[in-house]
């Protein structure tokens, strides 16, 4: 997997057919998803409750792609490599989670996976300072984490900040929440380059007649590297 900050858009399985993730994941796949998106949510940090490793690893083999899990669990560290068994090519932890993500970064890249750290809204930019050299990803959350459906939060001045931090270094930024064609532009502008969304993804289509993801992905990536052209 080489390095580049082209716009990717990661469709979250949160808003997909529970009953049937096999042909939801190989219909996003086939109709322009970049990355994977998986929410494991534990009851706990957020409150709802969605899928462990035996259910990532199921995901894993249907997944050409990239397999982008995103945690939202605490602990974090005793599960770190349950999912590097299960299959997960990016591993995201966020800072809330525990007092020691400084550790858990190291712990994932140890298990063989890429690093993520996460943000939630009210957490500013700067508890990412330190962390850079260790994480392959930033995930700024644009809205509360726990459901898919929810109002974008403009983070745009966090995004830029954590942009202008990371310089040079080969690490991603992510967005998550509330992503569709009319808030993609602005966090592609202040530097985001994986955009995440499941219910704008999803909207309109099935495993049967997958059609619309395809419409919608193609929306989402043409208003955000539109913007991203712009700014650059
Ligand atoms: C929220 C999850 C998101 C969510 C996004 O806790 O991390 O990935 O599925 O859903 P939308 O795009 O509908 O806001
Ligand atoms: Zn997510």
Excluded: C
């Amino acid at each position: 997997m080489s390095f580049s900050r082209a716009i990717k858009i990661a469709p979250s399985i949160l808003s997909a057919d529970f009953a049937d993730f096999g042909r939801e994941i190989r219909a996003i796949e086939d109709h322009g998803a970049d990355w994977v998106h998986v929410d494991v949510m534990d009851g706990h940090f957020v409150p709802n409750l969605t899928f462990g490793p035996p259910a990532v690893k199921a995901f894993r083999a249907h997944v050409k792609t990239v397999m982008d899990v995103h945690l939202m669990i605490a602990p974090v560290d005793p599960y770190i490599e349950a999912y590097a068994q299960a299959g997960a090519d990016f591993l995201t932890a966020h800072v809330e989670a525990g007092p020691h993500i400084h550790r858990t970064l190291q712990a994932i890249r140890g298990a063989g996976m890429k690093a993520g750290v996460a943000l939630n809204p009210g957490t500013p930019a700067g508890a990412v300072e330190h962390l850079l050299e260790l994480a392959d990803l930033v995930l700024v959350m644009t809205v509360n984490p726990g459901f898919g459906g929810q109002r974008f939060l403009d983070m745009t001045a966090k995004i830029a900040a954590i942009r202008a931090m990371i310089g040079d270094r080969p690490v991603h930024i992510q967005v998550d929440g509330g992503v569709d064609p009319a808030t993609a532009p602005l966090v592609a502008a202040a530097g985001a380059d994986v955009l995440v969304a499941g219910s704008a993804v999803f909207r309109g289509g099935t495993a049967d007649t997958p059609a619309p993801y395809g419409k919608n992905i193609a929306a989402i990536r043409k208003a955000a590297e539109g913007a991203a052209r712009s700014a650059a």
